[in-house]
């Protein structure tokens, strides 16, 4: 059963909307959670980490926030550009060391227009 | 220039031949991944190496096997590749200890079909 779920699953919004991922998880234990961005052929690439209970970080025009009581986490992109067009993956780590193991979700597919 | 490095990024083979694919990082990190990416699914732990000659399985080691004699260097082999072996497979190193210290790197992929 798929531990990570991302919604929605694609979106298409115009240059300079924002928008906003959801990803939910039902990993126990939650150590910490990540939002990556992932170029169509191209690796994960690391937007930020969040690891307290309930957390928010800023990078950028990109935002999250997570609950780890409600285990959801989102991630908002202001003002969109068209580099933004991707794949936005959320991943769960269960312990904060490389002993523990990363839940990938299937992503959410960004396309940003004109 | 911190980067985690793929070769080949495209192979074609024909099911039954043998795969190597090869992955290096020049930032000394100790743990090292093998993932497969495929449509619609998250992705997925083949192998992880906690440092030289110190690999454990992951959730999807069948039919994989891989090799690590240098820290820097990190190889997936498959001995017999089959038809349900096509995929998109990552390699990624972890910077650190902890969480919030460490980063995850991740090369571009090798993206391999078996016919």
């Known amino acids: 059963k798929t531990q990570v779920e991302q919604s929605p699953q694609s979106l298409v919004v115009r240059q300079g909307e924002n928008c906003v991922l959801q990803?939910?998880?039902?990993?126990?234990?939650?150590?910490?959670l990540r939002w990556f961005k992932q170029d169509t052929g191209k690796g994960l690439v690391s937007l930020t980490v969040l690891v307290d209970q309930k957390d928010k970080t800023s990078n950028g025009r990109y935002s999250a926030t997570l609950d780890k009581d409600a285990k959801h986490s989102t991630l908002h992109i202001t003002a969109t550009l068209l580099d933004d067009t991707a794949t936005y993956i959320c991943v769960v780590g269960d312990r904060g060391s490389a002993l523990g193991r990363l839940h990938f979700g299937a992503g959410t597919q960004l396309i940003v227009i004109p | 220039d911190m980067k985690v490095t793929q070769m080949p990024r495209y192979l074609i083979k024909r099911m039954g031949e043998n795969v190597l694919l090869e992955c290096g990082q020049d930032?000394?990190?100790?743990?090292m991944y093998w993932y497969r990416q495929d449509p619609g699914l998250g992705l997925q732990l083949i192998y992880i190496s906690y440092d030289v000659d110190s690999n454990s399985e992951g959730d999807i080691p069948k039919g994989y096997r891989v090799s690590r004699k240098k820290r820097e260097h990190f190889s997936l082999i498959l001995d017999s590749a089959k038809t349900n072996q096509t995929s998109v497979y990552f390699c990624?190193?972890?910077?650190?200890?902890?969480?919030?210290?460490?980063?995850?790197?991740f090369g571009e992929g090798s993206r391999l079909i078996v016919v």
């Open positions: 990624a190193s972890r910077s650190g200890t902890g969480v919030s210290g460490n980063t995850l790197y």
């Open positions: 990803c939910n998880y039902s990993v126990t234990p939650d150590n910490h």
């Open positions: 930032m000394s990190h100790e743990t």
